[in-house]
Each structure stands twice: as structure tokens, then as C-alpha cells.
């Protein structure tokens, strides 16, 4: 089996098991994700409902704290009316009843005044009526929290009964209001590591927030994304606050399970970029290694054939003196020309070729009558400029000759010795164009850079180093491109080369 064809299916084996090892990864990546974020979820649920229980009980206690100060303000009117029953009772009556119920408030306190805030009387109070004799300023302040209770008698007299929460009831409320506060600290402290916003009923208010950052959370475009971004991410859980009544949690992923979900794709660009550099690496190196064994092979080839091509320019000589046919070692001078030619060929590889304006029409012209003498006469040879044209283009002579009949003489093998090879240069500007066609079987097009490779052949017998070198004395000596430009498979293939002119 080709090695080129070997080499292939070793790409696509790798290239799948490459996939296949991503796919894996991304799948068992893909189930840590799920399983850290249901975990997760069920952290938030859990903490979502003890601050509903807490919730709860802060609801409870505002409703209680409601129904003391709701009995409280029956006490301070069942007081107000025994003493309005005191005042205005007869000598004979019975007055024990209310004087207990005056005596039982030992907690609220209460002042009274008359019309002009003349305190006449106080009870559980922390002054002195001896140096505060009128009801004013904060101390007004601090008792008018409730409407004051009016108590007449003896006509139009009136007094007035300012009273205030007991301490037991302020006790109550400082309790209740902490525990509002820890309430919303408790959100900030439990939602350390996901973060948490919790809003009103509208969505849109928010109540408290926990791991965001706490200036941006003023602004409402960034509260409005984030929210919108949460709840995509994970549905809302709905709780009941005190104050609130229906709010909503959001949150979204921490930033350990972000790292994680994103981890195996930053993971695999990394292995990538590793792999690409160490492929280049290695293919620059594999190059470099290539090129120096082509070079030492040309070097050495040429070597060897300096010996035996000195002995038959000998030879030549020798058989001209002998009076041998002048045609006869006419012939063989120009095989042992072109002997040197291909000497002189493989001695110029790796090494800087010298570059000559030269007329590309009759370097051309002249490799294909070369060819022509030496190739199956029913090929037939069409250069589409005359041969007095000149195109001057810097060329190795000897190097782009190799090239053209590389070309051709793999046209002729493709078109089995019949058919027509066609060269055609174009010239654009500072580009010059040189087409060569055939009319052979074609090049698939998954083969047209393969053929390229060195070694590659389609042929029984080979070296396939051919196109190869054509390629190195292209792109490595005359700066220019070589490649396949359209191929029909039974009809034919174009090599164009590009040349600066």
C-alpha cells in the first residue's frame, strides 16, 4: 500500500480518536456540571427555606408585637376609665375595683394633663413632676406616638391621657427589629459562594443581595441584566417575607462551576495550540532533514556521474578518430551533452542558484525539441507564442528545463504515448503564467497535492520524485508556485506555474 494512502488513514484514525477522546471529556465534564449545579440547587433550596422559616417567624412576631400593642391600648383605656370613674364617683360608692385597676399598671407609662398640657399626674414615668411641670418638646414628642385618650367629666372639663409602649413592648420591638436585621445579613452570609438577589413581588425591587458587587448593584440596567441572567440560568424560588409578602430568589452558578464548565474547552485550545506548535516544529524539521538528504543525494549522484561521463567524452573522441558514421557520434555528443546538462542539474541542488534575465519562449522551445526526438511520435507538442516572441524572466536555465520535462514527461506517461501536451504563457503585469496540459487520465482532486509529495506515484514503476523536485526548483529557487489548476478525470490535466517576471 502507498505510504501516502497509509499516511492518510493514520490522519483520519488519529483525527477520530481525537474526537472521540473530546467527546468523552465534554460528556463526563458535561454530568460533573449538571451534578455540581443540582447540588447547588439544593443549597440555594435549603437556605431559601430557612430564610422562609425565619421569615415566618419574624411574621409571627410583627403580628404578636401587633397584638400587644393592641392590648396595651385596652389596658391604657381601661385604666383612663377607672380614673374618670374615680373622679366623677359619689362618696358612698365602692371604689376598690377601680383603684385595683389603677394600681395593676406597673408597666405602661402614662402622663396626664389638662387642656393647656399642665401634667397633673404620671405613672411609670422616668422624671419628676417636681422639675417638669408641662408636656412639651421631645418629651410630647415621645408620648404623642399613640392619640392621647380624652376623659370628661363635670361638664366640658377634660383630661388629657398621653401613655406610651411599655419597656416590655420596646424590649419586644428591638428584638423584632434585630431580628429583621439578621434576617437580611443572614442572606449576604449564606449566599457567599452563589450569587443571590432577593426581590419583590415586581421582580424588580431589590430586597437584599449577597456576592455582587455591591456598587454596580445600584444601577438599574446592571440589576436588570443580572436578573434577566439568573433567571435563565436557573428558575426562581418563590418565598414570603415579612413587610414583603411574595419575593423571589435568583441566583446563578458559582464561579468554581463557570471555571469547570469552561475548563475542558480552555484545556483542549491549550493541548491545540501545543500540538500545532509541535507539529510545525517537527514538519519544519522533518523539511530541513528531507532537504538535506535531497541534497546530498544530488550532490552525490552528480559525483558519480562526473567519472564515467569524463570517459565517454573520451570515448566520442576516440570513435571520431576511428572514422566512425559522423551521424552516429553526433547523437551520442548530445546524450553525453545532455549528460552534463543533468550533471550540472543535481550539482546546483542546495546550492544558491545564480538567476538570468533569460527568454523564457526559447528555453521553452528549446527543451521540447529535446523532447520531441526523445518521445513517441504521436505526441504532439503546441507552444501557443512563436519562437521569435521574447518574455525575459529571471530562470536557472538548466533547473527550469528539468522542470518542463518532469512536466511533460509525466503527460506522456498519463496519455499512454498519444495525445497532445499543450503550453500556453500568459502574461499580467508582473506575473507570467505557464500552463501545460495533456490529454491523459486526469488527476483526482484529492490527489492534487499529494502528487506533490516526494515519493508519491501512480505508476507501476517509480521513483515519484519528479513533481517534487519540480516543486523545491519552483518555490525554493525562482520564488514562483506550482500546482494543479483543473483536472476532468479521462481528459486531462493543467499544471500552471507561476513566475515573476
Known amino acids: 500500500m502507498n ?11 488519529l483525527i477520530l480518536s481525537a474526537i472521540i477522546i473530546v467527546c468523552i471529556s465534554l460528556w463526563f465534564t458535561n ?10 440547587r439544593k443549597k440555594v433550596q435549603l437556605w431559601a427555606d430557612a430564610i422562609q422559616k ?14 400587644l400593642e393592641s392590648q396595651e391600648r385596652k389596658r391604657i383605656k381601661l385604666w383612663a376609665d377607672a380614673n374618670k370613674m374615680l373622679i366623677t364617683a359619689n362618696y358612698s360608692e365602692d371604689l376598690t375595683f377601680y383603684t385595683k385597676i389603677i394600681s395593676d399598671n406597673t408597666t405602661i407609662p402614662v402622663i396626664l394633663t389638662d387642656k393647656d398640657d399642665n401634667i397633673t399626674a404620671t405613672k411609670n414615668v422616668d422624671f419628676s413632676t417636681d422639675t417638669v411641670k408641662i408636656l412639651q418638646g421631645d418629651l410630647k414628642k415621645e408620648f404623642s406616638v399613640y392619640e392621647p385618650i380624652i376623659i370628661n367629666y363635670y361638664g366640658n372639663l377634660k383630661i388629657y391621657l398621653y401613655y406610651k409602649d411599655s419597656k416590655l413592648l420596646i424590649e419586644l420591638r428591638d428584638v423584632l427589629n434585630n431580628l429583621i436585621k439578621s434576617f437580611i445579613s443572614g442572606v449576604v452570609r449564606n449566599s457567599a459562594s452563589v450569587p443571590v438577589i432577593i426581590t419583590d413581588s415586581t421582580k424588580t425591587k431589590v430586597i437584599a443581595f449577597g456576592n455582587i458587587d455591591s456598587l454596580k448593584i445600584k444601577e438599574a440596567s446592571y440589576i436588570k441584566k443580572t436578573i434577566s441572567d439568573m433567571s435563565y440560568q436557573n428558575k426562581p424560588i418563590d418565598i414570603e ?16 462551576l463557570k471555571q469547570l464548565r469552561y475548563y475542558p474547552y480552555i484545556q483542549f485550545l491549550i493541548i491545540g495550540i501545543f500540538m500545532l506548535v509541535a507539529y510545525l516544529l517537527f514538519s519544519t524539521a522533518r523539511s530541513s532533514e528531507q532537504s538535506q538528504v535531497w541534497t546530498g543525494m544530488a550532490k552525490e549522484t552528480a559525483h ?11 570515448w566520442v573522441e576516440l570513435l571520431k578518430l576511428k572514422g566512425v558514421d559522423k551521424k552516429t557520434t553526433q547523437e551520442m555528443e548530445k546524450d553525453v551533452k545532455r549528460l552534463e546538462v543533468i550533471t550540472e542539474r543535481f550539482s546546483k541542488i542546495g546550492s544558491e542558484p545564480k538567476l538570468r534575465n533569460e527568454n523564457i519562449v526559447k ?8 523532447l520531441k526526438s526523445r518521445t513517441s511520435k504521436r505526441i504532439n507538442y503546441i507552444i501557443n507564442l512563436p519562437e521569435d516572441n521574447e518574455l525575459l524572466v529571471p530562470l536557472n536555465t538548466h533547473l527550469f528545463e528539468w522542470v518542463i520535462e518532469n512536466l511533460c514527461k509525466n503527460a506522456v506517461d498519463a496519455m499512454s504515448g498519444k495525445g497532445k501536451i499543450n503550453i500556453n504563457i500568459i502574461e499580467k503585469d508582473k506575473i507570467l503564467y505557464i500552463d501545460v496540459s495533456d490529454t491523459g487520465k486526469g488527476v483526482p482532486k484529492s490527489k492534487y497535492k499529494t502528487i506533490f509529495n516526494p515519493g508519491y506515484t501512480s505508476k507501476s514503476r517509480g521513483w515519484g520524485l519528479g513533481l517534487s523536485l519540480s516543486e523545491r526548483i519552483i518555490q525554493n529557487y525562482h520564488s514562483g508556485k506550482i500546482f494543479v489548476k483543473n483536472s476532468i478525470l479521462n481528459k486531462g490535466t493543467t499544471f500552471r506555474i507561476v513566475l515573476k517576471k
Open 31 to 40: 454530568i460533573l456540571v449538571k451534578k455540581i449545579a443540582k447540588e447547588e
Open 304 to 314: 558519480q556521474l562526473g567519472t564515467p561521463l569524463s570517459s565517454l567524452i573520451a
Open 241 to 256: 417575607l415579612a413587610n414583603y409578602g411574595k419575593s423571589y430568589i435568583f441566583y446563578k452558578s458559582s464561579y468554581v
Open 363 to 370: 528555453v521553452l522551445y528549446n527543451s521540447i525539441e529535446y
Open 54 to 67: 425565619k421569615a415566618n417567624l419574624v411574621k409571627y412576631t410583627e403580628e404578636l408585637f401587633k397584638k
Open 3 to 13: 505510504i501516502y494512502i497509509r499516511k492518510k488513514r493514520w490522519k483520519r484514525w
